[in-house]
C-alpha cells in the first residue's frame, strides 16, 4: 500500500476538468467536474447541520440512483438559503451536465461552497458547460483540486495504490476547506468542507457505503480548524471497477484491505485541510487514549481540539495545559479525573489529579514556538484511543472572516 502523487484522476476511466466561470470575484477558477467513463456505483456523506444547502439536498435525492457518472462542483458561491431557487438552480446544474454527457440527470452529484444567501449565478454556470466538459481529461485533476478552493492557499489531493489479488487498485481524492470547519458527516445509507474521491475498485454499493462511514469517523470527522459546522460539507466516492478485482463485499476479506487504503488517503487529506487553516501557523495533533470507548476517545479529542482558549494558547506559544484539562473535562467522556495523564510533547506534565513537579518547562515551551504540536491525553480508564487535528486561532483567521463576504 503506497500513498502515491496523484488526485481524482489517479484512478483508471476518470476524468476531470476546472475552469473560469465568473462565480468569483477574483476571476479564479470556479467551476469543476469529475466524471467516470463507465457507470459507477456511490456513496456520500453531508453536513448533519439543519440548514442543508441546496446542492446537499439534490445529492441525497439523486444518490438513491443505482449509478452515477459525473460530479458537478463550483465555488465561490454555497447556493444555501436560496429557498426553491436556489433547488432549482441545483437541479439544473446536474441536468447541464447530463444532458451534455447525455446520461440521466440522477446520474449527476452537485457540490457548492463559497458565501451563503446569494443566489447563484445560474446563467454564467449555463454558459460555461460546453467548455467544461470539452476539456474532461486524465491530466486535468490539479484544474479540479484549484477550482474547488475558496480561502485555500494550496490545493491539496493525494492518491493511494494497492493490490487486490492480481489487481492493482488505486484510490485517489481531492479536497478543500480551511476555515467553517468542524465536520459531522452522515453517510446517506440509500463537508465547509467538500472532498471528492474516486476509485477504480470494483466494490458494492454497501461496501462502499461502510468503508466511507469507518474512514471518516477515523479521519475528517476527526479535525477542526474553527469548530463551526458549515451548511454545505459533503464527501463523495465513486467507484467504476474498472481496476478488474473480483468485487469487493460487505466485509469480505478485501474489505479490509480496501478500507485500510482508504483510511490511509482520507487521513492525508484530513491534516492537509488542518494544516492550511485560515490563518494557521502550527499544525496540532491531539491524541486521547485509555478510553473505555471509541466514543469517549472521540468526544474528548474532539473538544480539546475545539477550545479555542487552547488554540490561542498554541498561537501564542504558551503551554498552559490547563486548557487541556479543561476541555477534556467538559466532553462529557466517562474517566476518573485524579487517573488522568497530559503530555506536552514527550514531557509529562500532569498526572494522578495534579501538575508534575520538576518538568521541563523549556523543553515545552520549545514545542509550542515550533510549527508541530502534540498532545497527548491518557484517560487511564480503558484500552480505547482516538486522534484528533486542528490548527492554531491566529490574528489571521479574525482579519480573514470579518471580511469573508464583503
Known amino acids: 500500500m503506497k500513498v502515491i502523487k496523484g488526485s481524482v484522476t489517479a484512478p483508471k476511466g476518470f476524468l476531470a476538468n476546472g475552469i473560469k466561470a465568473g462565480i468569483k470575484r477574483s476571476g479564479r477558477k470556479d467551476l469543476a467536474i469529475i466524471c467516470s467513463e463507465v457507470p459507477a456505483v456511490a456513496a456520500a456523506a453531508f453536513t448533519t447541520n439543519k440548514f442543508q444547502a441546496s446542492p446537499v439536498k439534490v445529492s441525497k435525492l439523486y444518490l438513491k440512483n443505482k449509478t452515477h457518472q459525473a460530479i458537478i462542483v463550483n465555488s465561490g458561491n454555497a447556493n444555501c438559503a436560496n429557498g426553491k431557487i436556489g433547488d432549482r438552480d441545483a437541479l439544473l446544474m446536474a441536468e447541464f451536465i447530463a444532458k451534455a454527457l447525455a446520461v440521466d440527470a440522477e446520474e449527476v452529484l452537485v457540490a457548492s461552497t463559497g458565501v451563503i444567501g446569494k443566489y447563484l449565478p445560474i446563467g454564467k454556470i449555463s454558459g460555461k458547460i460546453s467548455e467544461l466538459v470539452d476539456g474532461l481529461s486524465e491530466k486535468n485533476g490539479e484544474s479540479f483540486s484549484e477550482a474547488i478552493m475558496t480561502t485555500d492557499t494550496r490545493s491539496k489531493e493525494a492518491a493511494v495504490r494497492f493490490k487486490l489479488g492480481d489487481s492493482i487498485v488505486t484510490i485517489g481524492g481531492a479536497c478543500k476547506g480551511v476555515g467553517m470547519i468542524y465536520p459531522n458527516m452522515k453517510v446517506e445509507q440509500h463537508a465547509t468542507l467538500l472532498c471528492f474521491l474516486t476509485t477504480d475498485a470494483a466494490i458494492s454499493k454497501k461496501a462502499l457505503e461502510g468503508a466511507l462511514k469507518v474512514a471518516l469517523g477515523e479521519s475528517l470527522n476527526m479535525i477542526s480548524v474553527d469548530g463551526d459546522m458549515s451548511t454545505n460539507d459533503s464527501c463523495f466516492i465513486m467507484a467504476n471497477g474498472l481496476a478488474g478485482n473480483k468485487r469487493i463485499n460487505w466485509k469480505d476479506k478485501n474489505y479490509s484491505v480496501f478500507l485500510e487504503a482508504l483510511k490511509l488517503l482520507t487521513k492525508n487529506l484530513a491534516?492537509?485541510?488542518?494544516?492550511?487553516?485560515?490563518?494557521?501557523?502550527?499544525f496540532v495533533e491531539i491524541e486521547v487514549a485509555g478510553a473505555k470507548s471509541d466514543e469517549d476517545a472521540k468526544k474528548a479529542a474532539r473538544k480539546i481540539s475545539t477550545s479555542n482558549l487552547l488554540k490561542c494558547c498554541i498561537f501564542g506559544h504558551d503551554p498552559n495545559w490547563g486548557r487541556v484539562i479543561a476541555a477534556c473535562g467538559a466532553s462529557e467522556a466517562d474517566f476518573d479525573s485524579d487517573k488522568v495523564s497530559i503530555y506536552l510533547g514527550k514531557v509529562k506534565v500532569f498526572s494522578a489529579g495534579a501538575r508534575v513537579k520538576k518538568y521541563d518547562e523549556n523543553s515545552v515551551k520549545k514545542l509550542f514556538a515550533g510549527k508541530?504540536?502534540?498532545?497527548?491525553?491518557?484517560?487511564?480508564?480503558?484500552?480505547?484511543?482516538?486522534?484528533?487535528?486542528?490548527?492554531?486561532?491566529?490574528?489571521?483567521?479574525?482579519?480573514?472572516?470579518?471580511e469573508y463576504s464583503t
Open 271 to 282: 491534516k492537509m485541510l488542518v494544516a492550511d487553516g485560515e490563518g494557521a501557523t502550527k
Open 372 to 402: 508541530n504540536v502534540y498532545i497527548k491525553v491518557d484517560l487511564k480508564s480503558g484500552g480505547h484511543k482516538a486522534t484528533a487535528w486542528t490548527c492554531d486561532l491566529s490574528k489571521e483567521y479574525v482579519a480573514i472572516n470579518s
